[in-house]
């Protein structure tokens, strides 16, 4: 199995470099949960300060959207376990299937994110562009929204560059580049991709929930 | 071979638990809770970060040096939560004048 050309020199054996691989991209994905954390604990102590005005501004998202993105985006977490499975497995068509199912899911989760964009500037609900809101607290309700905004679309970069990320995988896979015993980019890549699902798991019920009941 | 391959049914186990805590912290959401709406939302998005960290992100297979450092991260993160909010949200707990 091994002395075929995927183990590099500076390792001992393929399960170390393997290792090696998913740590390092666990080492970087701690440096993201504290760029987003920043974000959450801005959000965290504005919530906090003016609860009933964040209230308010959460009526004005698209609850149903959300919700609709969340199991989007749980789906496609789905398939890039599967696609990470099918490489372990050495199935190279399976993987390129998961793989591009993988983005066309995320580019749906996208075109939701534009759709919902698209309503806020409607409404004139988007700061610092188009802004008119009659209600109480509109300074507050404003400040809400570019948490909002700031957020999802920190939050929609990283798919994009997740979406970005998979189609290379999948002209080197197509390519033949990875094998039951190296899959590492894989492996590595899944984690990034269920990272940003993670941080959508979290701005839904921070961003959307908070106003319903 | 290097890391124990997940079987297939987990992966839709989790699919189905994680689409069902979705429903459920959006229907919880609807009633009012007080207090206890931020804490079941926030309760019910741990439990779905950590179930595809575990399963999808593998770290129930992977290796002590792994678990470490993705705990790192959630304890740096703590830090700044928690030092942040010990300021914002204990002012004004004492009869302090304006400096």
């Known amino acids: 199995m091994e002395g075929n050309g995927a183990l590099a020199e500076q390792f001992d054996d393929l399960a170390q470099q393997h290792e090696a691989a998913s740590?390092?991209?666990?080492?970087?994905l701690v440096t993201e949960i504290l760029f987003f954390g920043g974000l959450f604990a801005g959000y965290t102590v504005y919530r906090a300060t003016y609860s009933e005005a964040f209230r308010e501004a959460s009526h004005h998202l698209d609850l149903l959207l959300g919700s609709i993105n969340t199991a989007v985006l749980i789906t496609s977490s789905l398939?890039?376990?599967?696609?990470?499975?099918?490489?372990?497995?050495?199935?190279?068509?399976?993987l390129i299937v998961f793989l591009l199912l993988t983005m066309i899911i995320g580019a749906v989760f996208l075109g939701i994110k534009v759709t919902e964009y698209a309503h806020k500037y409607e409404q004139d609900l988007v700061p610092g562009i188009r802004f008119a809101y009659g209600g109480p607290h509109p300074g507050q309700v404003q400040l809400f929204l570019i948490f909002y905004f700031v957020m999802t679309s920190l939050h929609a970069l990283h798919l994009t560059i997740g979406i970005g990320l998979l189609g290379v995988l999948a002209f080197l896979a197509w390519r033949g580049h990875f094998s039951a015993d190296y899959y590492a980019p894989v492996e590595t890549s899944g984690l990034y991709w269920h990272f940003i699902d993670i941080v959508w798991i979290f701005l839904f019920p921070l961003l959307y929930l908070i106003g319903t009941h | 071979m290097m890391q124990p391959i997940v079987p297939r049914h987990v992966y839709y186990w989790v699919y189905g638990v994680l689409l069902a805590l979705t429903l459920l912290t959006?229907?919880?959401?609807?009633?009012?809770?007080?207090?206890l709406n931020l804490i079941l939302a926030l309760s019910i998005a741990i439990c779905k970060a950590l179930l595809v960290m575990l399963?999808?992100?593998?770290?129930?297979?992977?290796?002590?040096?792994?678990?470490?450092?993705?705990?790192?991260?959630?304890?740096?993160?703590?830090?700044?939560?928690?030092?942040?909010?010990?300021?914002?949200?204990?002012?004004?707990w004492l009869p302090v004048g304006a400096w």
């Open chain 1, 23 to 28: 740590l390092g991209m666990w080492v970087f």
């Open chain 1, 79 to 94: 398939t890039m376990a599967f696609a990470v499975h099918n490489a372990q497995e050495g199935r190279r068509r399976a």
């Open chain 2, 26 to 35: 959006v229907g919880v959401a609807f009633l009012d809770l007080g207090h």
């Open chain 2, 55 to 92: 399963f999808f992100m593998h770290l129930r297979y992977s290796s002590h040096l792994t678990w470490i450092v993705a705990g790192a991260g959630v304890i740096w993160l703590a830090h700044l939560l928690i030092f942040t909010l010990s300021d914002y949200l204990t002012r004004g």
